[in-house]
């Protein structure tokens, strides 16, 4: 029979066993390792010989050490006691959830569990923490500019604000964090998401859950009928929900929803796509923030340098000042030999004004609006990530990596 597993309600750092040492409690350490690590998600992947350990951190996947068969079965069981799965061999995905409790912080462990054949099974654990500081934009890194067009927009409470961006560009950490600008406790918010990541104070959560019948189109019908001031969807991906999510901010209400999208301009097209006419985008939204993720340097071990005449361009090109130094990665015991700790958001913030609501009613093309947001020195992602370059809180190699572009040869 499975053993039970004993979670410890607090563990010191230093007494996790490193995941290269023989692992008396596998599941126990490979957790801690991660949480450690500051992992979002842990992979059991079943290959070959075993099960190979890999943890997302900071957005990249790291490979982290490859068990053998039996260690893997092992650990493989151990998960699925600890999320409370069917444990004989299943032909079917399973998904449970673990609670792992830590000092303050209470985190879940969402846990997938797949067959991967011949007699194996893989696993993903996708580890959600509530944030001990609760929601707030003052650590997201806005301007005080940007800061007063979105307080105001927010306040204004009503019309439709959307948060575009990659999967895992931190969409819905900024959903909530603009929520919070405006009392909850006064208000009737709601949201509809698939899934519902983290707890949001004083709002109605509901998750949208396909397979029993709730699309994330009839949640919001039901929202929309319980009297709601705020509104929030994460995130629109069908043509139901895209248009009735237009229609509320049209009607009056606030609606903060999330859509993946490259950028501002991207936004109104990928909401287009979905069946919205331009002249209901150009009426109901209010602002677009487009964001993405880029790693933070370690800054026990980032190491300076002077940027070269290819570089320094890029700057001068996106009308800044060209930094005397930059900062590369390089690697340290304190960042886990990563060079990179935590994440910081690049964004793109497009206030619509008038003359940009008639554009986009108009139909203008997507590159066209994109110029139209340069020349009213709406920064792009690009440059606000070089800002931060400049400030030394990442690297121009990571900014390549998340913009996609290069410095001319
Ligand atoms: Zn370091």
């Excluded at 597993?5 to 490979?30: G, H, R, W």
């Excluded at 500051?38 to 997302?56: E, P």
Aim: proline share 4%; hydrophobic share 40%.
């Amino acid at each position: 029979m499975a053993k039970s597993i004993e979670i410890s309600k607090t563990k010191k750092k230093n007494e996790i066993v490193p995941l290269n040492a023989p692992q008396p409690d596998p599941f126990n350490s490979i957790v801690w390792n991660a949480i450690y690590e500051n992992a979002t998600d842990i992979h059991l992947n079943a290959v070959d010989r075993g099960i190979l350990i890999l943890y997302r951190v900071d957005g990249i996947i790291h490979e982290k050490r490859l068990l053998s068969e039996n260690e893997g079965r092992q650990l493989m069981n151990q998960v699925k006691t600890a999320a409370k799965l069917n444990a004989t061999k299943s032909f079917i995905p399973q998904e449970g959830q673990i609670k792992w409790p830590d000092e303050d912080i209470l985190r879940d462990i969402r846990v997938t569990v797949v067959p991967a054949g011949k007699n194996a099974e893989s696993a993903h654990m996708r580890i959600l923490s509530f944030p001990q500081e609760g929601w707030s934009t003052s650590k997201l890194g806005f301007s005080e500019e940007d800061l007063e067009s979105i307080s105001s927009a927010i306040n204004s409470m009503n019309g439709l604000i959307l948060i575009s961006g990659a999967t895992g560009s931190g969409k819905t950490s900024t959903m909530y964090s603009f929520a919070s600008l405006t009392d909850l406790r006064t208000k009737m918010a709601f949201s509809i998401e698939d899934p519902v990541e983290f707890n949001l104070p004083y709002a109605q959560q509901i998750e949208a859950d396909e397979r029993h019948g709730l699309t994330m189109y009839q949640g919001l019908q039901t929202i929309l009928r319980m009297d709601p001031d705020l509104v929030m969807v994460g995130e629109i991906r069908d043509r139901d929900s895209a248009i009735v999510t237009s229609r509320a901010a049209l009607s009056g209400k606030l609606v903060l929803a999330t859509i993946h999208a490259k950028d501002a301009a991207g936004t109104v097209d990928a909401l287009h796509y979905l069946g919205v006419p331009y002249y209901i985008i150009g009426g109901s939204v209010k602002l677009i923030v487009a964001q993405n993720l880029m790693r933070r340097l370690c800054q026990k071990c980032a190491e300076e340098r002077t940027p070269s005449k290819e570089e320094k361009e890029l700057f001068i090109e996106a009308n800044l000042e060209a930094p005397e130094k930059i900062f590369d990665a390089k690697g340290c015991k304190a960042c886990n030999s990563y060079g990179y700790q935590g994440l910081v958001a690049i964004f793109e913030i497009a206030k619509i004004d008038p003359d940009t609501a008639h554009l986009i009613t108009d139909g203008i093309h997507q590159q066209q609006l994109r110029d139209h947001f340069r020349k009213i020195e709406i920064n792009s992602m690009m440059v606000d990530g070089l800002i931060k370059v400049a400030q030394g809180i990442t690297s121009i190699d990571e900014l390549y990596r998340v913009c996609d572009f290069k410095a001319k040869d």
